[in-house]
């Protein structure tokens, strides 16, 4: 069974970083392409960003919103994904799902909760 | 990229049909075969539901299909049940290495 669980999410200042890690388990990880997507209370759905798997490169892609700002990394060692936000803006507060996929969103895990304010 | 767009709402009576669409351009629906589907009941993740336009993962109703004409993406749910109550999401790989998703659609089951 695939399972994927984020954590580091939290209250944070305007223009501080955090960083969310996603520890993954129930398939090989380095296979896959690795995504986080969030969701900003009571919208929709936006994609955050992927990183291919080392496979295909072991780039990453970013929405405009983020660009420059968010970095996604993985340690296919340690089947984990993490994603480090800088430069945090008070319109990033969202639930931050990871997930397995990037074409695909195959699985999505339980997701964290950011909240930057001051 | 600007959002695909989909009703905001629809709703449907027990073992009736529904039909979400998703509209976007030639530089995602219209270029690529990767449009999926996601439901996310209220309060829970979303999961995927329709893949690659109408493939079904493992362990999804067969109630579930998708289809693709142009730049439009649909999903049909068939016998409908209390169950599907959820928000559904739409998503397509983008011309420009980019996942684009539309804005989600509000499925009540009356």
């Known amino acids: 069974e695939v399972q994927l669980v984020e954590s580091g999410g939290g209250l944070v200042q305007p223009g501080r970083s955090l960083r969310l890690s996603c520890r993954a388990s129930g398939f090989t990880f380095g296979d896959f392409a690795m995504s986080w997507v969030r969701q900003a209370p009571e919208k929709g759905l936006e994609w955050v960003g992927f990183?291919?798997?080392?496979?295909?490169?072991?780039?990453?892609e970013y929405a405009a919103s983020v660009k420059g700002r968010f970095t996604i990394s993985r340690d296919d060692s340690k089947s984990i994904a993490n994603l480090q936000m800088d430069s945090l803006k008070t319109e990033d507060t969202a639930v931050y799902y990871c997930?397995?996929?990037?074409?695909?969103?195959?699985?999505w895990g339980q997701g964290t909760l950011v909240t930057v304010s001051s | 990229q600007s959002a695909l767009t989909q009703p905001a709402s629809v709703s449907g009576s027990p073992g009736q049909s529904i039909t979400i669409s998703c509209a976007g351009t030639g530089n995602d629906i219209g270029d690529f075969n990767s449009v999926s589907w996601s439901q996310q009941p209220p309060g829970k993740a979303p999961k995927l539901v329709i893949f690659d336009v109408s493939n079904r993962p493992s362990g999804v109703s067969d109630r579930f299909s998708g289809s693709k004409s142009d730049n439009t993406a649909t999903l049909t749910i068939s016998g409908l049940q209390a169950e599907d109550e959820a928000d559904y999401y739409c998503s397509s790989y983008t011309t420009s290495s980019t996942l684009v998703f539309g804005g989600g659609t509000k499925l009540t089951v009356l």
């Open positions: 997930i397995r996929g990037a074409v695909t969103t195959w699985d």
């Open positions: 990183i291919r798997s080392k496979a295909y490169g072991g780039t990453s």
